[in-house]
């Protein structure tokens, strides 16, 4: 049986197996900001092709798209993150701390206020807030709080060369709205026809104030989104369709099921564009009650398309306001809205309507968390402690790892020449130093399936010893037939 991982556990194995590193660690790192080591770069791309290959490249009414991280402030004016997207903070009197007031754990109630991210920034920061019983995370201190304010999420930067052409822009806090933006190019340039999704991996970039555990919440991460147009009265069936899809991903992947859940939200709980909404949970080793959202599957109604169909109308009056998006107020729907440039006319059925989104969206450095907290194991071997990584074969860093059993005898020229034929196909690690176990033991701990050594019979009958991963059980290969063991044991 598995061990339970903790935090720790994780982060150590992480910066000393060479997953996972602080960003400008020499001078003393950047808060909430990571760097993927060797080891950690190759088990992130395995994760982004797993998804790739699950939502894109195995079916047919999906296609791809690379959006630029810098768009124009307009999309995030139509998309409301200019004018809402915020979260409320207040300060501690005391300890100076800042912290969110949906993160403040109540003395009387041991509860946190409602979640506020998406808020309106002025009316929310208007409305009155009991923090009296509030407690400081911090330094413990209970009802010393400033007024609630209003903390913009989105990270700013200038483009342009003299004063007099900069343009504020933003760096984008998720990657679907290059997607909405971009909907008529794709109909326009494919032969896609509704229902039909588009999909795509990047960066995204969030000011948050409380980021926490590891790679869980960080400011700078990988999301993994897809928005699936539907006609409207299709889209509940949708919905379902792609929850149980998004789950099962996760199953495939070697997730344990009884680490993976649902959690519905509540009526009150849905952000303001959305018609129904469901988080993939899994039981993290950190938190309040250990579940935390692994991915969210959201329908999201037609309001995206419609909202940019709306900001495409505004566009004189930003030119007027010299970029100010202060000073503007996204214009009136048009009556004929259906006849818009984000509508969709279905030829088969000769009618025009605005397709319902449904939007399954998962970051990649959580996903990648989450496989690293779930392949985590120890177990005694001969009166010592086996640490290991129980990754699924498709998500492991490394496929395989040869080596010679010891460095004379020509064993290490037999070794090379099956570590360059293997790696034109797989991931593949060479080893010739320590001892054969303590060889095993490191690649245990990075989470490589197999390992092939080549020793004293080789010569004799062609054959190299295949040692499995998590049975530690070997076999005799012959070395003509090692290509064809793995992959078919890989499924690759």
Same mark, same amino acid.
């Given at each position: #049986?598995?061990?339970?991982? =903790?935090?720790?556990?994780?982060?150590?194995?992480?910066?000393?197996?060479?997953?996972?590193?602080?960003?400008?660690?020499?001078?003393?790192?950047?808060?909430?900001?990571?760097?993927?080591?060797?080891?950690?770069?190759?088990?992130?791309?395995?994760?982004?092709?797993?998804?790739? =290959?699950?939502?894109?490249? #195995?079916?047919?009414?999906?296609?791809?798209?690379?959006?630029?991280?810098?768009?124009?402030?307009?999309?995030?004016?139509?998309?409301?993150?200019?004018?809402?997207?915020?979260?409320?903070?207040?300060?501690?009197?005391?300890?100076?701390?800042?912290?969110?007031?949906?993160?403040?754990?109540?003395?009387?109630?041991?509860?946190?206020?409602?979640?506020?991210?998406?808020?309106?920034?002025?009316?929310?920061?208007?409305?009155?807030?009991?923090?009296?019983?509030?407690?400081?995370?911090?330094?413990?201190?209970?009802?010393?709080?400033?007024?609630?304010?209003? +903390?913009?999420?989105? +990270?700013?930067?200038?483009?342009?060369?003299?004063?007099?052409?900069?343009?504020?822009?933003?760096?984008?806090?998720?990657?679907?709205?290059?997607?909405?933006?971009?909907?008529?190019?794709?109909?326009?340039?494919?032969?896609?026809?509704?229902?039909?999704?588009?999909?795509?991996?990047?960066?995204?970039?969030?000011?948050?104030?409380?980021? @926490?555990?590891?790679?869980?919440?960080?400011?700078? +991460?990988?999301?993994?989104?897809?928005?699936?147009?539907?006609?409207?009265?299709?889209?509940?069936?949708?919905?379902?369709?792609?929850?149980?899809?998004?789950?099962?991903?996760?199953?495939?992947?070697?997730?344990?099921?009884?680490?993976?859940?649902?959690?519905?939200?509540?009526?009150?709980?849905?952000?303001?564009?959305?018609?129904?909404?469901?988080?993939?949970?899994?039981?993290?080793?950190?938190?309040?009650?250990?579940?935390?959202?692994?991915?969210?599957?959201?329908?999201?109604?037609?309001?995206?398309?419609?909202?940019?169909?709306?900001?495409?109308?505004?566009?004189?009056?930003?030119?007027?306001?010299?970029?100010?998006?202060?000073?503007?107020?996204?214009?009136?729907?048009?009556?004929?809205?259906?006849?818009?440039?984000?509508?969709?006319?279905?030829?088969?059925?000769?009618?025009?309507?605005?397709?319902?989104?449904?939007?399954?969206?998962?970051?990649?450095?959580?996903?990648?968390?989450?496989?690293?907290?779930?392949?985590?194991?120890?177990?005694?071997? @001969?009166?010592?402690? *086996?640490?290991?990584?129980?990754?699924?074969?498709?998500?492991?860093?490394?496929?395989?790892?040869?080596?010679?059993?010891? @460095?004379?005898?020509?064993?290490?020229?037999?070794?090379?020449?099956?570590?360059?034929?293997? =790696? =034109?196909? +797989?991931?593949?690690?060479?080893?010739?130093?320590?001892?054969?176990?303590?060889?095993?033991?490191?690649?245990?701990?990075?989470?490589?399936?197999?390992?092939?050594?080549?020793?004293?019979?080789?010569?004799?009958?062609?054959?190299?010893?295949?040692?499995?991963?998590?049975?530690?059980?070997?076999?005799?290969?012959?070395?003509?037939?090692?290509?064809?063991?793995? *992959?078919?044991?890989?499924?690759?």
């Amino acid at each position: #049986m598995a061990k339970l991982a =903790k935090l720790d556990d994780i982060v150590s194995l992480c910066r000393r197996r060479g997953f996972i590193f602080q960003s400008s660690e020499i001078y003393g790192g950047l808060a909430s900001c990571y760097d993927y080591g060797p080891l950690g770069a190759e088990l992130k791309r395995n994760v982004r092709n797993a998804w790739w =290959k699950h939502v894109v490249q #195995m079916r047919d009414d999906v296609v791809g798209l690379d959006c630029s991280i810098l768009m124009h402030p307009m999309v995030w004016k139509a998309s409301g993150h200019a004018d809402k997207f915020a979260d409320l903070v207040t300060v501690c009197k005391k300890c100076n701390t800042r912290t969110r007031v949906d993160h403040l754990q109540d003395s009387r109630e041991g509860t946190a206020e409602e979640h506020t991210e998406h808020v309106d920034i002025e009316t929310e920061a208007a409305r009155p807030h009991d923090l009296a019983g509030k407690v400081c995370p911090a330094c413990g201190t209970v009802g010393q709080f400033t007024p609630p304010m209003a +903390f913009k999420l989105m +990270f700013e930067t200038q483009m342009g060369a003299n004063v007099d052409d900069t343009m504020t822009l933003y760096l984008r806090p998720e990657t679907a709205q290059g997607i909405f933006a971009n909907f008529r190019n794709v109909l326009d340039s494919t032969r896609v026809k509704v229902p039909f999704g588009i999909a795509q991996i990047g960066k995204s970039f969030r000011n948050e104030v409380t980021t @926490k555990a590891f790679i869980f919440r960080t400011r700078e +991460f990988e999301q993994a989104e897809l928005e699936f147009f539907c006609k409207p009265g299709t889209d509940e069936q949708w919905y379902e369709h792609w929850k149980q899809q998004r789950f099962d991903w996760y199953l495939n992947l070697g997730i344990k099921k009884e680490n993976l859940r649902f959690r519905d939200h509540d009526p009150d709980e849905l952000a303001h564009y959305a018609k129904a909404c469901v988080d993939v949970e899994y039981k993290f080793p950190f938190g309040s009650g250990d579940w935390q959202e692994l991915e969210g599957i959201a329908n999201r109604t037609d309001y995206d398309l419609r909202q940019h169909q709306r900001g495409i109308r505004t566009m004189n009056d930003w030119y007027e306001s010299k970029g100010d998006l202060t000073k503007i107020s996204l214009k009136a729907e048009s009556e004929d809205y259906l006849k818009g440039p984000l509508a969709y006319f279905d030829e088969e059925a000769r009618e025009r309507y605005v397709p319902y989104v449904i939007e399954p969206s998962a970051g990649v450095d959580r996903s990648t968390l989450a496989f690293l907290v779930d392949a985590y194991d120890e177990e005694e071997v @001969k009166g010592e402690q *086996r640490n290991l990584l129980r990754f699924s074969p498709a998500l492991a860093p490394v496929k395989a790892a040869v080596f010679p059993l010891v @460095k004379k005898d020509g064993m290490p020229d037999i070794a090379m020449n099956i570590y360059n034929d293997l =790696k =034109k196909q +797989f991931t593949t690690f060479y080893d010739e130093k320590g001892a054969v176990g303590r060889r095993y033991r490191r690649q245990d701990e990075a989470g490589t399936p197999y390992c092939i050594t080549v020793d004293g019979q080789t010569k004799k009958d062609n054959t190299v010893t295949v040692r499995e991963r998590d049975s530690m059980e070997q076999a005799r290969v012959n070395i003509d037939q090692v290509k064809t063991f793995l *992959r078919e044991k890989l499924d690759l």
